[in-house]
């Protein structure tokens, strides 16, 4: 079979409509959830399948590191998420480094169908996936796109003790 290329431009439009889809996915999962169980037990068992998902996303990046020969330190973690379809930057504010996120396609989706708070539940796979890497990390958003925010800003840092 012959090897075909793209455009970077398709590639992002073929990886944003993964993304839209993965958006209504947790929208349809999340509201079955709620309209079966009801509102308050839907929303812990969305918060225990992301954070599921999250262990194994987390998981799988600490067994990458660790393979490598790498410590499980936050500037060791490999990004698990591809680098087309979010707006992202490194930022440092206040002397800590930060990732923000200018365009989130999943908030776009949850906006659109009105679920916007259906679609922050998703957001916690962050935490979920700094714990499973290293338990004495943790992930704070200190910003977020579905609480208003201009965008997302994610803080890594070391658990106070």
Request: glycine residues 6%.
């Amino acid at each position: 079979m012959k090897e075909q290329t793209i455009s970077r431009k398709q590639a992002l439009k073929e990886v944003v409509s993964m993304i839209r889809r993965t958006a209504l996915l947790h929208y349809a999962y999340a509201k079955i959830l709620m309209e079966e169980f009801g509102e308050a037990k839907g929303k812990e068992l969305i918060r225990k399948a992301i954070e599921s998902y999250g262990t194994e996303v987390g998981n799988k990046v600490k067994e990458e590191t660790m393979a490598k020969g790498l410590n499980l330190f936050v500037e060791n973690y490999q990004e698990d998420l591809p680098s087309l379809g979010w707006e992202t930057e490194r930022v440092v504010v206040d002397g800590e480094p930060r990732a923000r996120v200018h365009s989130c396609p999943l908030a776009d989706v949850w906006r659109e169908v009105g679920a916007i708070e259906i679609g922050r539940l998703y957001c916690y796979v962050d935490q979920a996936k700094f714990k499973a890497y290293n338990p004495n990390l943790e992930c704070v958003h200190e910003k977020n796109i579905l609480e208003g925010d201009p965008c997302c800003e994610l803080a890594v840092r070391s658990k106070k003790a």
